[in-house]
Structures are given as C-alpha cells and as structure tokens.
C-alpha cells in the first residue's frame, strides 16, 4: 500500500504531504493555500505516475481545476456515461465516485477549490454541472491554454503555485457575506456527529431552508440532505482506512449494509479494499482529511460584500 507522509523543507521533498508509493507508481504532493487566496483555494497538488496506461477511482470531491501536463484519457460516471478529459479542465463536486482511465504518462497540477472559491473564480452553480467534465478554456477563456503551456515547462510544485496564483488573483470575484456565514456553517455542520439537517437550517440566521436548500446547491453541489450523505459516508470510508471495525463505523447508518453502499456510492471501494487495496490518490486524501470547507477565520483579504 502507498504511504503519505507530512515533510518539511528540511526533510528534502519539499513541505507538504507526500504520497510515496513502490517503484513505477505514483508520485503525489500537497501543499497547502497560504496567503490571500487561502479563502479560496484549499490545496495544490503534483501528480505524476509514468507508466502506459493509469487507471484509478475518484471519491466524491472538492471542485478541482486540472492541468493535463501529460497525458490524457477519459472519466467514467456512474451512470455509464464517459467524457474525455480537456486539456484543462473543471470538476464541480460531484454526487458520486467515479472511475478515470488515462494514457501515461499521467501528469497533473490540481488546485482544490474551496466553495467559496468555487464561485468566485467558477461561478457556475455546482449541482448543474456536477459530474461533468467542463473545458476550463470555456469557463477562464484562451488565456488558461497559455498558462497550461508555461506549467508544462515547469518542474516542481511550487514553480507551479507560482505560475497559477496570479491567475487565479486576477479571477477572483467576492461573494455576498450572508455566503459566507453559510458556508462556515457547513463547515461547522460537516464536522458535527449527528449531521442533523434542522440544525444546518438553525445555524444559518436570516435565512429560509430554502435559501440555504438553494445555496448549498449552488457552492457544494447538492441539497443538505445530500451533504449529510455524503458527509457521513466519507467520515466512516477514513475510520474503515484507519482500522475502525466496520460493525462499529456502521452506528450512524441503518445497518451494516447500507454503510458499504454509501461508502462505495461516495468512494468507489467496499470497507476491505479501503484497507487492502486502495486507489492511492484516495489514500492520500483520506490521510490528509480534506473535508473541511473553509478556514476557521476568513481573511479579510477576502473582500466580501453585502447582499
């Protein structure tokens, strides 16, 4: 099984989280958003596996801004439906695991998108393009191909960060403040154990449920309802990765069932493959615990604006 492990500058690699993996597999690195865009933008990240055909699961995600740097293949949906990759290229979050199969090598710079960032930089609403493939140079225009063709000539991570931030500043737009006190509440509600919709609606002043009902569609691509699934299915897929026994991950579940079909609608593996045979980029962000949607405080620098 592929190993991730936290580095610091001293330890050779770079900061960040490190995927290592046996010889000829995969190649990932995270680095964390620092600085103004940090509302925004919650990882980078290096994917590199060169060998001649990579195929690999998807969980559930974050939207996420893709660079082809090599390579390019197709992603299969749920509902049989296949779409080629673009050269670069949105996903929204999406509603369920999906399979991808590339012709290698396979390179790849990735920003995850807060959802906050999502719709200052996107600005598309998420539930009607989820689980599609959208041409970034549709969305960003020709100016995204002259970036993608400068990072193909870069090495490292942060040569990368560097190239796409200004970009990404140059993009931005604010959002209305009552969208931020929503998402925080998400944030909040995700992390809660009983991830009982009610208190989502409760914790949102000043808003109707379907306001918030509206909002969540918009920035996570799905109703509360829909969150709380796949919440709830992505917290027990990193206690089954950890060890947990399933009879007592499947407590907040209706039986034992149920809970290895939410976790394979939302993860794409079964509780014995999390532990035997996991895709490795789904270990790694289950190591990392990705599912927090905004930092604890927002940064000024954010420049939201009333409604």
């Known amino acids: 099984m592929a190993k991730v492990v936290r580095t610091t500058d001293a330890a050779g690699e770079g900061k960040g989280v490190v995927l ?21 933008v919650e990882t980078y990240y290096l994917y590199r596996w060169d ?8 969980r559930v995600d974050v939207g996420q801004i893709r660079f082809m ?11 049989g439906r296949e779409e080629h990759s673009r050269p670069v290229m949105i996903n929204a979050p999406g509603t369920a695991a999906a399979r991808y199969r590339v012709e290698g090598p396979f390179h790849c710079f990735g ?12 600005r598309l609403p998420a539930h009607q393009v989820a689980d599609r493939v959208i041409d970034g140079a549709e969305v960003f225009g020709p100016e995204v191909i002259e970036l ?21 500043q140059a993009r931005r737009q604010s959002v209305p403040v009552s969208h931020l006190a929503l998402a925080q509440a998400v944030r909040e509600w995700s992390a809660s154990e009983t991830l009982d919709v009610q208190a989502l609606y409760d914790a949102v002043p000043g808003m109707t449920p379907r306001q918030v009902m509206r909002l969540c569609n918009e920035y996570f691509g799905g109703s509360p309802t829909h969150l709380r699934r796949k919440f709830r299915a992505l ?12 009879a007592d991950v499947a407590a907040p579940f209706s039986d034992q069932s149920h809970m ?37 405080a927002v940064p000024e620098t954010l420049d939201p604006h009333d409604d």
């Not at 920003?111 to 996107?122: A, D, E, F, H, K």
């Not at 993608?148 to 990404?168: G, S």
């Not at 917290?235 to 399933?246: C, H, I, M």
Request: hydrophobic share 40%; glycine share 8%; net charge negative.
């Open 20 to 40: 290592r993996s046996a010889p000829g597999g995969p190649a990932l690195r995270f680095i964390d958003t620092e600085g103004p865009l940090k509302p925004l």
């Open 51 to 58: 060998a001649r055909e990579v195929e690999g699961v998807e």
């Open 69 to 79: 740097l090599k390579g390019e293949g197709v992603l299969l949906f749920p509902d």
């Open 111 to 122: 920003v995850s998108l807060r959802p906050i960032g999502w719709r200052s930089l996107v």
């Open 148 to 168: 993608l063709a400068e990072l193909r000539r870069l090495e490292t991570l942060e040569e990368m960060i560097a190239a796409v931030e200004p970009f990404l």
């Open 235 to 246: 917290l027990a897929a990193l206690r089954l990765y950890r060890g947990e026994r399933a």
């Open 260 to 296: 290895i079909n939410e976790v394979k609608h939302y993860t794409g593996h079964t509780p014995t493959s999390l532990r035997e045979r996991i895709d490795p980029v789904l270990a790694a962000t289950l190591d990392k615990e990705t599912f927090y949607m905004l930092p604890e």
